[in-house]
């Protein structure tokens, strides 16, 4: 099993829709959690962190933990074509290492 | 901006080149890390370098050599490359007991 499961996609969504994406991770000691948006051909840009379970919003983004699911979730309100990236989920699996998802790649639609 | 610094941004090189890509950062992140990544995944762990030593090394070739001169600076030098070898090569600070990391904005390497 992967420590870190997301699903690749692709997502496309028209303007102003909410997006969800979603990982699941395998074990339930992992507490550090973090999005990440990449456009094409540039480094990820860090969006959300999170060490809790619960919400945490920034803006039009929300980040979710579930620990008793072992499920991260990021919800992207009133979405623009600029939000049209590949977002990766990461969790610190041990020590100084991340572990990423495969990234979702999201289009949002004029 | 971005508080990590990759130089080149672009790199073509022959498979016998020897080169060497560049990191800088002045944010005193203690951790710095080189990632790889191919088309459409995530990024892989290369390296890990914890207060300027080598604390993971993901069981890379070694035609890949990573060197941290100091706490700003992280070097990844190559050499005798292959084909399969071109990808974006990324690298990351790292800032407290978490370890979120930030990322430059990559080096794109093509090995011929």
């Known amino acids: 099993q992967k420590e870190v499961e997301q699903d690749p996609g692709p997502l496309s969504v028209p303007e102003g829709a909410i997006v969800s994406l979603n990982c699941t991770y395998s074990?339930?000691?992992?507490?550090?959690f973090m999005w990440y948006r990449q456009y094409s051909r540039k480094g990820p840009e860090l969006l959300m962190y999170?060490?809790?379970?619960g919400n945490k919003e920034d803006g039009r983004f929300t980040a979710q933990v579930d620990k008793s699911s072992k499920y991260i979730s990021l919800f992207i309100r009133d979405s623009q074509p600029s939000d049209s990236a590949t977002y990766l989920c990461?969790?610190?699996?041990?020590?100084?290492?991340?572990?990423f998802g495969e990234g979702t790649q999201l289009t949002v639609n004029p | 901006d971005t508080e990590v610094t990759q130089t080149p941004k672009h790199l073509v090189m022959g498979m016998t080149n020897k080169k060497s890509l560049k990191c800088e950062q002045h944010?005193?992140?203690?951790?710095m890390y080189w990632y790889k990544q191919k088309a459409k995944k995530p990024p892989e762990l290369m390296f890990v370098?914890?207060?300027?030593?080598?604390?993971i090394n993901e069981s890379v070739p070694s035609r890949f050599s990573p060197e941290c001169p100091n706490s700003s600076l992280l070097n990844l030098h190559l050499h005798a490359l292959q084909p399969e070898d071109s990808a974006l090569y990324l690298c990351?600070?790292?800032?407290?007991?978490?370890?979120?990391?930030?990322f430059g904005q990559g080096t794109r390497l093509t090995v011929v």
């Open positions: 990461a969790i610190q699996t041990s020590g100084s290492r991340l572990t």
């Open positions: 074990n339930s000691a992992f507490q550090y």
């Open positions: 999170t060490y809790s379970s």
């Open positions: 944010m005193g992140h203690r951790a």
């Open positions: 370098y914890s207060y300027e030593k080598l604390s």
């Open positions: 990351a600070g790292g800032r407290g007991g978490s370890e979120r990391a930030f």
